[in-house]
Nanobody, 114 residues
Framework: QVHVVESGGGLVQPGGSLRLSCAAS????????MAWYRQTPGKQRELVGV???????TYADFVKGRFTISRDNTKNTVYLQMVSLKPEDTAVYYC????????WGQGTQVTVSS
């Protein structure tokens, strides 16, 4: 059984930083591409970025230069480092395992507000 658990969300002031973590179990983690998405109420879930099994990364234009995805295959964990946060980054952030049918975590809330 696959489990995907995000953590690290919270309240941060504009311009601040957060690091989200996503731990996945029940899969061969090193063989799975991983992605981060986000969603705000009333909007569709949108892709933030992807990291491949080789470590190649792509990002949505709205986070380029501010967000960085990394992975640690020894810990079965993928990270999303976010800096220079803006109020419009407020959302629930989800981790997606791009392997097999695909698997989602429950999400972690990020709120950027003064």
């Amino acid at each position: 059984q696959v489990h995907v658990v995000e953590s690290g969300g919270g309240l941060v002031q504009p311009g601040g930083s957060l690091r989200l973590s996503c731990a996945a179990s029940g899969i061969i983690f090193s063989m799975a591409a991983m992605a981060w998405y986000r969603q705000t109420p009333g909007k569709q879930r949108e892709l933030v970025g992807v990291i491949t099994i080789l470590g190649d990364r792509t990002y949505a234009d709205f986070v380029k230069g501010r967000f960085t995805i990394s992975r640690d295959n020894t810990k079965n964990t993928v990270y999303l480092q976010m800096v220079s946060l803006k109020p419009e980054d407020t959302a629930v952030y989800y981790c997606n395992v791009r392997h097999g049918p695909g698997y989602w975590g429950q999400g972690t809330q990020v709120t950027v507000s003064s």
